[in-house]
């Protein structure tokens, strides 16, 4: 049981490039949330996801954010044309059918 | 909208001493979460209190659910310096889809 997998661990990013982060959930878990921690800040809802398709993505900034969970392969949380301010750590999490969350290492990206 | 609040956010304690954090919740819930989060690492889960009256124990570490009143309590016995770490408690929302929403942290600090 490996847990929630995200990679990279350590992403730099220039401004204006793109930034992909990599989330599989929990082997036998079916729904997958992002969510932003800024520094010395709680986490913040991003999004949730369901295999092929977005349940809610209210906690989404309306432009350059993405997400995706295919039928195949890891979720993709996906920031185009990235900024100073997205600098931040990115936790995704899983969850199944026993009201439980497992997050995962998260992906610290920093803008530069 | 949801809110979560914890209370206090900073808290400096001796070793040996008991505390309480609170968490105040806006909107019925019957699933609340407390989780640790040492500084540069992901969330390791503490307690999940799923009913009106609910309290777990682990070692010197205690949380209660008063869902009537909305509010949750970890409370810290004979602490120690390892529990040092910022806390967070997250409640469990279905209102279109299930997500967590959390609390701002509470920074503990434990000195000898």
């Known amino acids: 049981n490996a847990g929630v997998m995200q990679n990279p661990r350590h992403l730099v990013r220039r401004r204006g490039q793109e930034a992909r982060l990599r989330c599989s959930p929990m082997?036998?878990?079916?729904?997958v949330y992002w969510y932003r921690q800024l520094p010395e800040e709680g986490l913040k809802f991003m999004v949730y996801?369901?295999?092929?398709?977005?349940?809610?993505e209210s906690g989404m900034p309306k432009e350059r954010f993405s997400a995706e969970f295919p039928k195949e392969g890891p979720s993709i949380l996906r920031i185009q044309q990235v900024v100073r301010g997205d600098s931040a750590a990115y936790f995704c999490?899983?969850?199944?059918?026993?009201?439980?969350?497992?997050f995962g290492s998260g992906t610290r990206l920093t803008v530069v | 909208e949801l809110k979560v609040e914890q209370n206090p956010l900073f808290l400096s304690m001796q070793e040996g001493k008991n505390y309480t954090i609170y968490c105040n919740y806006s909107?019925?819930?019957?699933?609340l979460y407390w989780y640790r989060q040492d500084p540069g690492k992901s969330l390791e889960s503490l307690f999940v209190?799923?009913?009106?009256?609910a309290v777990k124990q682990e070692g010197r570490l205690m949380a209660s659910l008063d869902t009537k009143a909305r509010l949750s309590t970890l409370h810290i016995t004979a602490a120690v310096h390892d529990l040092s770490a910022t806390y967070f408690c997250?409640?469990?929302?279905?209102?279109?889809?299930?997500?967590?929403?959390f609390g701002q942290g509470t920074r503990l600090t434990i000195n000898p």
């Open positions: 999490a899983s969850s199944g059918a026993n009201y439980g969350y497992t």
């Open positions: 909107t019925t819930s019957d699933r």
């Open positions: 209190l799923l009913s009106n009256g």
């Open positions: 996801l369901q295999k092929e398709n977005i349940i809610d």
């Open positions: 082997k036998g878990h079916s729904h």
């Open positions: 997250a409640v469990d929302i279905t209102q279109g889809a299930q997500k967590l929403v």
